[in-house]
């Protein structure tokens, strides 16, 4: 959208997610879900308050939260699309964060990629090994075979001199379905110069334009085709899994208007529901007895026997013991036996 309203500086900056809805409309302004009715039009303003709401949950010495910060932005030049914004991983703790850090933004970040409907967008610097890239492992394990992920390395213009990134960009090195997208932003001292993004963009063209190792695939490389190639696949994604989507709430609709007709003609007073309501609860109360006799509950004793496992040990360890304390005449025993088994015969015998 050709806008600077994402805070930018070193060290862990994003600590919530953004949501960032994009929404087409003739007139550019902003928009935050815990700012109703209020309409930004100023974009400073913008990166202020994202920059205020995230301290206001997470304190201002770095600590994070993954309640999202809800942002819409209404404009002329973008596509309506819905993007997410999550923290980079960190390794070690700083300022008020937990010791496990990690592994809850690790947590925080499969929350969104694990759902079926997201692309992928998984960042690399060129500057570090593609082999340890967190953002290429987080996604192999949601997505192991690319179908959601595309890879996109940034700082190209940082590498080592007398190095590049062509293999990796050439999907060559580590190779992904939907290919690598190389990306040249704006340094540090940009954003500190309040250099544009136009600007950013021409010179981001200029790099690829005049560096031997990219020049050939410029017409494949920066923000601009980054823009073009997500829109193509998100439009291609949505129709891949629209008909899955729309079965599925065609499935929740139907279950939901059964429920409707069910309560549609329901009278707290009538008799009938009562005494349904009544048989209803009896035969709950035989499912669980039924359980508890069986083992099967939800809920089990840790303390003592109960159920059917103290009927068992009832039965295999008293009865048999009182059963020997028992006295009785044998002779006398196995006459009224016999003519137990005669009368149960009936006419059979």
Known sequence: ISRDFLPRGSG???????????????TEYAEFLHCKGRKFTDFDEVRQE????????????????????????????????????????TKVPVGDQPPDIEQQIRDMIMQFISRENCLILAVTPANTDLANSDAL??????????LRTIGVITKLDLMDEGTDAREILENKL???????????????????????????????????LSHPAYRHMADRMGTPYLQKVLNQQLTNHIRDTLPAFRSKLQSQL???????????NFRPEDPTRKTKALL?????????????????GDQVDTLELSGGAKINR???????????KMEFNEKELR????????????IRQ
């Open 12 to 26: 862990i900056v994003t600590r919530r997610p953004l949501v960032l809805q994009l929404i087409t409309a003739k």
């Open 50 to 89: 994202i920059e205020v709401e995230t301290d206001r949950i997470t304190g201002v010495n770095k600590g994070i939260s993954s309640i999202p910060i809800n942002l819409r932005i209404y404009s002329p030049h973008v596509l309506s699309l819905t993007l997410i914004d999550l923290p980079g991983i």
């Open 137 to 146: 492992k987080l996604a192999k394990e949601v997505d192991p075979q690319g």
């Open 174 to 208: 580590l190779p992904l379905r939907r290919g690598y997208i190389g990306v040249v932003n704006r340094s540090q001292k940009d954003i500190d110069g309040k250099k544009d993004i136009k600007a950013a963009l021409l010179a981001e063209r200029k790099f690829f």
């Open 254 to 264: 139907l279950s939901i208007e059964h429920e409707v007709e069910v309560y549609k």
């Open 280 to 296: 209803q609860m009896v035969q709950q109360f035989s499912v669980d007895f039924e359980k508890r006799i069986e083992g099967s």
């Open 314 to 324: 009832i039965f295999h360890e008293r009865f048999p013991f009182e059963l020997v």
């Open 335 to 346: 006459r009224e036996i016999s003519y137990a088994i005669k009368n149960i015969h009936g």
